[in-house]
């Protein structure tokens, strides 16, 4: 195993901040409902807050709204964790307009280990009362703590809370509300897998990034390419190929193998991701970059009509390798395959699986990965004006 890995983030960073009412800020809001003890808490902890699941054990019950901001994060929304106990359809006493107004996603969440009639029922109110408040939410359900189940087990459940559902918004005559489900648990990857699928939804800019990702893994013989948002491990994109669990979970495991490392023997310099953001990097590579790179493919390194440029590759590593500090790092696996890692800023990390004779030429994909780097850049930025410009309009 090789390991080059200069800068990540500490395990201090790993914070998100409780608001109070006072200091709410208009980000988009992902809301996490469901009965009491379905596991809205711990979903919220161990994804956003990097607690251990077994630390959830001793989590006290939800008694008020608790509103997160997750900073440090690709992810800028809120979350809102609601208590199972109370109904937030009293309008008598919470104001639906208030709550589901500027939501992104209802995250609903049923204990599939616990007799779910009940999570139904106030699944459907709960769907089909936020849809009458804001019909562009997303609606989307963890048939969650399926960690105890069979294999076959969860597909049943999962067939019959669907067709439940689907039957009761159908007599509602409701069928266009749209859920997605997802089978969940907080000790494997797939509470990540799903959040991951819910956040992408709410990402304006994921067609161009998976094109690029696309183009990227195409001219450098990449298997597979996911962006990582470093703090939770949600991927936010990835190129075109089937998602497998197996891929997914190495490359995960590869964020926390280098962040422990990093913790042990990185240096503390330029670790604080405090002033750092996507929108930072803009202006940090300029001087490498010219704003005029197009990603090279395989087949023109080993043409060697192309001399000029695998010259122009090299040359651009060495200037690369000057004024460049993201991290990288580098794993090799026993059956021959190469999990690679590259800091795209401080807030991302681009991670890619691929044959070891591919990485040979990892002049080549660092010269493309750098490509990549300045077009995500600059979608990012593009993103960032048109929203100033529309805040201004409005
Ligand atoms: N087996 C298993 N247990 C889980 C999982 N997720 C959460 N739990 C457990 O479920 C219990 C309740 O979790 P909480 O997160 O407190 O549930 P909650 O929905 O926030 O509950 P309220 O705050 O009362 O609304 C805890 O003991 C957790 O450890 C899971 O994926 N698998």
């Not at 089937?242 to 964020?255: G, K, W």
Request: hydrophobic share 35%.
């Amino acid at each position: 195993m090789d390991y080059d890995y200069q800068n990540a983030s500490n395990d201090s960073d790993f914070v998100t901040e409780t608001l109070d009412d006072q200091v709410l800020s208009d980000k988009p809001r992902i809301l996490l409902m469901g009965l009491q003890r379905s596991g809205k808490s711990s979903i919220q902890r161990v994804v956003f807050g990097k607690m251990p699941p077994n630390d959830t054990l001793y989590l006290e019950s939800t008694t008020k709204i608790q509103k997160e901001d997750i900073t440090r994060s690709f992810i800028d929304f809120q979350i809102w964790d609601f208590p199972g106990q109370v109904d937030f359809f009293d309008e008598m006493a919470y104001d639906p307009q208030d709550i589901f107004g500027t939501v992104g996603a209802l995250i609903f969440v049923i204990d599939a280990q616990d007799d779910y009639n009940e999570a139904l029922h106030k699944l459907f109110t709960t769907v089909t009362s936020a849809y009458r408040v804001n019909p562009n939410i997303t609606f989307e359900v963890l048939i969650h703590k399926v960690d105890g189940l069979s294999d076959d087990y969860k597909i049943d459940t999962q067939r019959d809370v669907q067709q439940r559902m689907s039957d009761a918004l159908a007599d509602a005559q409701l069928e266009y509300i749209h859920l997605t489900y997802y089978l969940t648990s907080i000790y494997d990857n797939s509470i990540y897998e799903a959040f991951s699928k819910i956040i992408q939804k709410l990402i304006r800019e994921l067609p161009t990034l998976e094109n690029l990702l696309n183009v990227l893994c195409s001219n450098s013989g990449i298997d597979k390419a996911y962006l990582f948002d470093t703090l939770t491990k949600i991927y936010i994109a990835t190129d075109s190929s089937p998602v497998d669990m197996q891929s997914y979970e190495l490359c995960s495991d590869m964020i926390d193998v280098c962040i422990d490392v990093e913790c042990i023997y990185g240096s503390a310099q330029g670790s604080s991701p405090h002033n750092l953001s996507i929108l930072d990097t803009t202006g940090r590579n300029n001087n490498v970059m010219d704003g005029q790179q197009t990603p090279v493919s395989l087949d023109d390194i080993r043409d060697p009509d192309n001399e000029s440029l695998e010259q122009r590759s090299v040359q651009q590593q060495h200037r690369l390798q000057n004024s460049e500090t993201e991290a990288s790092s580098l794993i090799k696996l026993d059956n021959g395959d190469v999990l690679y890692m590259r800091e795209v800023n401080r807030l991302l990390v681009l991670i890619c699986l691929l044959r070891q004779d591919n990485f040979e030429k990892h002049g080549l994909i660092d010269y493309n990965f750098h490509c990549f780097k300045e077009a995500v850049t600059e979608v990012f930025e593009f993103s960032r004006k048109r929203s100033t410009q529309q805040q201004q309009h409005d």
